[in-house]
């Protein structure tokens, strides 16, 4: 069921699982997760990978949504597939949600401030480009981002690829804060560098 645009707060918190299709995405992709906050101009999800368990927590801004559907049989399917690996205590981990609930969100500049005082790796989709991009956040203002990739390209053999600049927060389309990806690649730069 394709939910109303109107009642979208109303799955806030809700537990209820929903599809998420990005505006900038083609039409047979989309994310699977909880609504869990309401940022103003952005959402938290709780996003979970394609066998159900958690992923990532991941803003997206409202504007970018295409759509939001619940209760279909994929849905349905993944109901399962969470219920049964949280059964198994498979469902988080990496233990990903401790580490988001020590995030504040109580607005994106706060979340983007801790995200760059505590060194976290995160991935950005913005409006100018149709590509996401995992980078370290150097700084944060009232406007703006300063980004930097060189670390991670280098891990990645992506040099040719680096990009150290700002981004506008209000082009910020979506923003992975936490995810299993990003995580292991933080551990992975802390035990690096002991």
Wanted: hydrophobic content about 35%; some cysteine.
């Amino acid at each position: 069921m394709i939910i109303n645009k109107k009642d979208w707060n109303n799955y806030l918190n809700k537990r209820e699982l929903v599809k998420i299709y990005g505006k900038s995405q083609d039409s047979y992709i989309f994310a699977v997760g909880y609504m869990i906050a309401d940022l103003g101009q952005y959402y938290i999800f709780e996003v979970v990978d394609d066998v159900g368990s958690l992923d990532s927590y991941v803003l997206y801004k409202k504007t970018e949504i295409e759509k939001l559907v619940c209760n279909d049989s994929h849905t349905r399917m993944f109901d399962f597939y969470i219920d049964y690996l949280k059964k198994q205590d498979e469902y988080d981990r990496l233990n990903l949600q401790k580490v988001y609930n020590d995030i504040p969100h109580n607005d994106i500049i706060t979340l983007l401030n801790y995200c760059c005082n505590y060194g976290f790796y995160v991935t950005i989709a913005e409006s100018e480009d149709e590509y996401e991009e995992t980078v370290k956040i150097i700084s944060v203002d009232t406007q703006k981002v300063l980004i930097d990739q060189t670390e991670y390209c280098k891990d990645h053999n992506l040099m040719d690829e680096v990009r150290s600049e700002s981004i506008k927060i209000a082009d910020i389309l979506t923003l992975d804060i936490i995810s299993k990806e990003n995580f292991l690649y933080e551990q992975y730069l802390k035990q690096r560098n002991i």
